[in-house]
């Protein structure tokens, strides 16, 4: 194997000009070996994206297979058998539900799309002039144009603020620890946030807006946040009030992260749109993908019959056989089971590790999907200094300790707060978990007595 002898002079353009990323020679299983020796756990499957594993022989001869069966055709003229059986894979348990699929490479695509394709729903329509969008204040969308306009991480969009389009407008996000009063029931606070999307619809007026979008567990930006009981029944009852398309961006959170293929399962509604991706290829292709309801389907098979947007490789073959094969692992190892049941056992000992530590302010998540949010004062919730940035020093002892989790900061208003995420793979064992907490604990404790008051 070829050594990367220096990388101070790298023409790489890396993350960070000033810090250099560590050497990754293989990773296997649940493991990533660096080029100095170190063996580590993959907590979060870097960002969220293992699901079966790194180095998984049956995605990858699935995959090396397609390679000379058809690596690529374009979607103009042809489709592929890989692609029609994704697509029956995820579709065949939500009939009535979802009626189609459309496979892109990146989340930012798949979230492009929904977007071209909830502006199209109405066009079709000679609704002309829903063409504006609402979303959450704390959210990430993506990172082309569109989705950054819908994202509201601040950190992400800062440099490019007067490129964003101002057909975006935001709404609180639904954050039940930090933003239901005292005095409030979860019930009144989930009003007060559907009572902020009805004024906010009235203001920029129903006949403008084609879409809410929402994360169902929101991920790099606040850290596994569930939404609170109720919230999503009582925004899909504001949309449909005013025929807005609810869609839902389940990249982080979706294809099994949870427990079900769908978060959304797992909440009393069904959106008009959702759009998958990360895990979805397990790590072995990228491959996203935008599903769409009968309603939605309808309205453009009616219509011009045909979606509007176009990319060279949607679709891609490669892509495809690697979500069959993931999906097909998942499905006959009974890996959903495995979320479920590692995850509640994950959850908990999360709690019962992280509880009394002076600087752990909430610990949330749903499945293999958990976050840790940081405080200096557990009673106050006061943010750390975001200065210090104590989600990446954590990271790093972590890191240290054989152990990689995500972090991330701007949390509570996207400048101050900071928390981590863990997503494991879906095959996470119960020794495992118990490895990952201790190793989590332990960093989070060398902290502890610095930043706390
Ligand atoms: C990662 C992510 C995206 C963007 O996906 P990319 O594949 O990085 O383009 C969009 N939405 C959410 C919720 C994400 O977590």
């Not at 292709?285 to 990319?311: C, T």
């Not at 002076?358 to 610990?363: D, F, L, P, S």
């Not at 200065?387 to 002892?397: A, E, F, L, P, T």
């Amino acid at each position: 194997m070829a050594k990367v002898e220096d990388l101070s002079n790298s023409h790489l353009m890396h993350r960070s000009l000033r810090e250099e990323p560590d050497v990754v020679n293989n990773a296997k299983g649940s493991y990533i070996f660096l080029q100095n020796g170190q063996k580590v756990f993959d907590g979060c499957g870097g960002a969220a994206v293992i699901a079966v594993g790194h180095g998984n022989s049956e995605v990858i001869e699935a995959v090396s297979k397609q390679l000379s069966v058809v690596s690529y055709v374009h979607t103009f003229e042809y489709t592929t058998p890989v692609a029609e059986e994704l697509a029956n894979i995820l579709l065949k348990n939500y009939s009535g539900k979802i009626a189609k699929v459309y496979f892109v490479n990146s989340g930012s695509e798949a979230n492009e799309a929904a977007v071209k394709v909830a502006v199209q729903y109405f066009y079709e329509q000679g609704k002309t002039s829903k063409t504006q969008f609402i979303s959450r204040k704390q959210s990430y969308h993506g990172n082309c144009l569109a989705g950054m306009s819908l994202s509201g991480h601040v950190l992400r969009r800062k440099p490019f603020e007067n490129l964003v389009s101002d057909k975006f407008h935001k709404v609180s996000e639904a954050n039940e620890y930090r933003w239901k009063k005292n005095d409030e029931t979860t019930g009144e606070y989930v009003e007060r946030l559907a009572n902020e999307l009805e004024a906010k619809i009235l203001e920029v007026g129903p006949d403008n807006i084609a879409g809410f979008f929402a994360e169902t567990i929101v991920g790099a930006t606040t850290g596994c946040l569930t939404a609170p009981k109720g919230y999503f029944k009582a925004i899909q009852k504001i949309c449909e009030k005013y025929d807005v398309l609810l869609i839902t961006d389940e990249i982080m959170c979706g294809s099994g992260r949870t427990g079900t293929f769908f978060a959304w399962e797992q909440e009393d509604f069904v959106p008009d749109i959702t759009t998958s991706g990360k895990a979805l290829g397990g790590g072995y292709s990228p491959l996203s993908a935008v599903f769409m309801n009968q309603k939605v389907v309808d309205v453009l098979s009616n219509g011009s019959a045909s979606f509007n947007n176009g990319h060279t490789f949607q679709c891609y073959p490669l892509s495809c056989a690697a979500g069959i094969a993931v999906q097909k692992i998942i499905q006959r190892d009974n890996l959903l089971q495995n979320v479920k049941v590692m995850g509640e056992y994950l959850g908990q000992a999360l709690v019962k590790e992280l509880k009394d530590i002076k600087i752990v302010g909430n610990i949330r998540g749903r499945g293999l999907f958990w976050g840790v949010e940081f405080v200096k004062d557990k009673s106050t919730k006061e943010a750390i200094d975001p200065r210090i940035r104590i989600g990446q020093k954590i990271q790093h002892n972590a890191l240290v300790n054989g152990l990689a989790i995500y972090p991330g900061f701007g949390t509570i208003d996207g400048l101050s707060g900071d928390h981590i995420l863990i997503a494991p793979s879906y095959d996470i064992t119960q020794d495992q978990v118990n490895v990952m907490v201790q190793q989590v604990a332990a960093s989070i404790i060398e902290m502890e007595q610095k930043y706390a008051t």
